[in-house]
């Protein structure tokens, strides 16, 4: 069957069958075919035609997962990137506090300082321009290249933050950079500060009292709340400052800010103003403090030697006056960072510069602790005010014998002349006893040290301070594998033996005695200041109410004896009453002994209480008085004086 239509244009439909014939009518009219356009091209097949749909179809549903994929799944990251290139939050440092004196002059000021930071973001990212940017910023900061590529690593931890790079750059270098800051991208000068610490210009004893600031260990950043402190911040590492960290620190600030393609700021869009650290009033006299290390050091050098300790405290709370370890160091060479030649030139001397003696040195105390031992004594019931002992020069127990320091011995001998003349004798037989007396014996004597606060660190706010040591039968069969026997106790009776004390110990032993029974655990802060006023801090008691008023008389006796007729008589040109103990200890056998002092003034009304050690000095008695007599005639001078100073004036 055939059927045949004509379209009504061009095309012809022609049915055969099942099937249709379209033809070109155009084409069988050869007019209309030499009017039609002629196209030279390539047939494409039904199945080719597919395939490239396919991969069309293939290629945008790629495209469309990969869009997916950054703006709903990983939208959140890269807006944040986005933003960190033109939005960024920056720390806003804190005003450091700083600290007095009692009498309200500044110890520690923040002084303005230029500081190189470097933002890893913001460094080229072609490593041969980077490396031109580092090299030139190395350079005009006198930095060796290798710090500086070693503090770009670190700081790639932190790549939006600022990071300094290096402190204390000198003016001309700063203002150079600055110039140059448009071919230094990545590179920026600020300006922060650095402390600068009172008295340092003459005074090497302050640095173990003050300590110093310097960048945070990655321990200490590592154990820090989050968000607490900056990877290259700075903190207290040493004496008051790292003591008091959470007081003078305070809270950094934030500013949000937008920057440009280089990283330079263009406008804050929002600020946080930050919390200035607080202020802190102590305890300490810086006049005090000076002049204690001026007599001592002079001390020092006339015995010959190179090393000593000695602390001043206030009997009435235990305030700190004075705290003096000898060598020392100037903490200002710390405030922009110490130079690592400089810090080991310090830690190798052989004297050991940043050892802090007054609280950390370990000696035996000699006869400065014979009024403790007498005091024991007396409460325990041993002995009596009117007890007295035949010195004869030495005391024989089975086949040992133990001497005294005088020859020939002094005769009888009561608790206050034993005091008064350091009778070793008599602190023999009340501490250890004899074959026909029972003294105190070494369990006693070890609890009335320990109530004294020996064998325990005093407290005092100072990182490192020693605990010393008061032995025992236990610890001795422990450590050295040794029995107890009668000459340890002989010697601990005397302090001498494995009896080891602080300086800071042997003055918060005698405060005890003139203030009238109360141990005060030693501080330096006396107050908080801050934006909302003053807040005092409180004395902390470590004992109390433990001796009576009848064996504290026979003490403080037979140390004011000391005085008037004793081992000390030169401090009776002080212009104030004054009561102490002399000592005498031995060390190394092989060297030559510690000399002691220890004691208050005024005898009647005491103020202040010194404790003296010059190691290797020699005779307490010629060597460690004239170092109280000296001080304590210039404390209680009228000049020094003037009015009052009893109180703690504020700031």
Known sequence: MSDERTLPTKFTVRRAGDRFDVTDAAAQDPEAEAERPQYLGVAISRRRLSVLLLVLLCAFGILSARAA??????????????????????????????????????????????????????????????????????????????????????????????????????????????????????????????????????????????????????????????????????????GIEAAFEPLLRGHFGTRQVEVDALGREQRIISEQAPVDGASIRLSLDLAAQEKLEQVLSAAIRRSGRSRGAAAALDPRDGGVIALVSLPGYDQNLFAGGVSSSTYRALNEDDDRPLFARAISGLYPSGSTIKPLVAAAALEAGVVTAQTTVLSTGGIRYGAWFFPDWKAGGHGRTDVRKAIAESVNTFFYVVG????????????????????????????????????????????????????????????????????????LQMAVVTQAFANGGTVYAPHLLAARVDKHGEALAQPNNIADDFLSAQTLDVIRQGMRQTVTAGSAPSLQTVPVPVAGKTGTAQGRPDRPTHAWFTGFAPYDRPEIVIAVLIEEGGEGSSVAVPVAREFLSWYFSPERRGPSTDALDAP
């Not at 950054?70 to 960024?88: K, M, P, W, Y």
């Open 69 to 238: 994929q950054l703006q709903v799944f990983s939208g959140e990251e890269h807006r944040t990137r986005a933003d960190r290139n033109r939005i960024r939050v920056l720390p806003t440092p804190a005003v450091r506090g700083v600290f007095f004196d009692r009498t309200g002059t500044p110890l520690v000021s923040n002084v303005p300082s230029f500081i190189l930071t470097v933002t890893v973001a913001d460094l080229p990212e072609d490593p041969a321009e980077r490396a031109r940017v580092l090299a030139a910023a190395a350079h005009l900061a006198r930095m060796d290249g290798a710090e500086l590529d070693a503090a770009v690593a670190e700081a790639r931890r932190t790549p939006y933050v600022p990071v300094t790079v290096k402190s204390d750059v000198f003016y001309d270098d700063a203002v150079r950079l600055a110039v140059g800051a448009e071919q230094l991208p990545g590179v920026g000068v600020s300006v922060d500060t650095v402390r600068h610490y009172a008295g340092a210009s003459g005074s090497v004893s302050l640095g173990h009292v003050f300590g110093y600031v310097g960048k945070i260990t990655e321990e200490a950043y590592a154990a820090a709340v989050s968000g607490t402190y900056l990877l290259n911040d700075r903190i207290g590492r040493s």
């Open 432 to 503: 250890g006893g004899t074959e026909t007396f029972a003294g105190l014996g070494i369990d006693r004597l070890s609890v009335w040290f320990k109530r004294f606060g020996l064998g325990t660190a005093t407290g005092i706010e100072l990182p490192g301070e020693a605990s010393g040591l008061v032995p025992t039968p236990e610890w001795k069969e422990r450590v050295k594998g040794e029995a107890w026997v009668i000459g340890d106790t002989y010697h601990a009776a005397i302090g001498q033996g494995d009896v080891l004390v602080t300086p």
